[in-house]
């Protein structure tokens, strides 16, 4: 079974910088995506970007675009979300997700974020 | 940028059935994904591929999808099944994903 195992909350000052782990556990990771995706305190889900990590192919949001960054380390089937220049707008729960997907004709076709990590809580405050 | 537009609330008694629409214009290239939410949980994926159901859950689900508008519904709808509906979709080149504003649904 599955698991993603995020890291531990984090309470960060404004203009700092943090790095968020989801560690994979009992599966293959060949064929998944990892996404990550956060929500502010009472609001919706906001996807920020993904990796596949085995083609390293990484996809950002527009919106985060500059200041986000997504890598995986194979040898700990681990990956981490760093995001950077934090204002209190970010304070959120950010989750990594496994997006599962086969390759037809070149084309990705994914079967939906079908197991999430707990979740981070990321505090930013002065 | 790409933005898909659900209903913020539905409300249905229960045995009824809930309708939850998502409006985007890149639907009628794209797939559709739907996601329950239940407060202070993780998402659950309910539908993929506009009408897939991932095992576990349960036939009550069902999606479809026809011009820019795909949509979830729940048959004979119970108590447990308040919660926050969220759909998820990429845009036109299938460049990114984006997630609809959620749309709570209230059982009377």
């Known amino acids: 079974q599955v698991q993603l195992v995020q890291s531990g909350p984090e309470v960060k000052k404004p203009g700092s910088s943090v790095k968020v782990s989801c560690k994979t556990s009992?599966?293959?990771?060949?064929?998944?995506?990892i996404d990550w995706v956060r929500q502010a305190p009472g609001q919706g889900l906001e996807w920020m970007g993904a990796i596949i990590p085995m083609f390293r192919k990484v996809t950002y949001a527009e919106k985060f675009q500059a200041r986000v960054i997504i890598v995986t380390d194979d040898s700990t089937n681990t990956t981490s979300m760093e995001l950077s220049s934090l204002t209190s707008d970010d304070t959120a729960v950010y989750y990594c997700?496994?997006?599962?997907?086969?390759?037809?004709?070149?084309?990705?076709?994914?079967?939906?974020?079908?197991?999430w990590g707990k979740g981070t809580t990321v505090t930013v405050s002065s | 940028s790409y933005e898909l537009t659900q209903p913020p609330s539905v409300s249905v008694s229960p045995g009824q059935t809930a309708r939850i629409t998502c409006s985007g214009d890149a639907l009628p290239k794209q797939y559709a994904y739907w996601y329950q939410q239940k407060p202070g949980q993780v998402p659950v994926l309910l539908i993929y591929?506009?009408?897939e159901r991932p095992s576990g859950i349960p036939e009550r689900f069902s999606g479809s999808s026809s011009g820019t508008t795909a949509t979830l519904a729940i048959n004979a709808v119970q108590a447990e099944d308040e919660a926050a509906y969220y759909c998820q979709s990429p845009d036109s080149r299938g460049t990114y994903w984006v997630f609809g504003g959620g749309t709570k649904l209230t059982v009377l």
């Open positions: 997700a496994r997006d599962p997907f086969v390759v037809e004709g070149g084309k990705y076709y994914y079967n939906g974020m079908d197991v």
């Open positions: 591929k506009d009408t």
């Open positions: 009992g599966g293959n990771m060949s064929t998944y995506s």
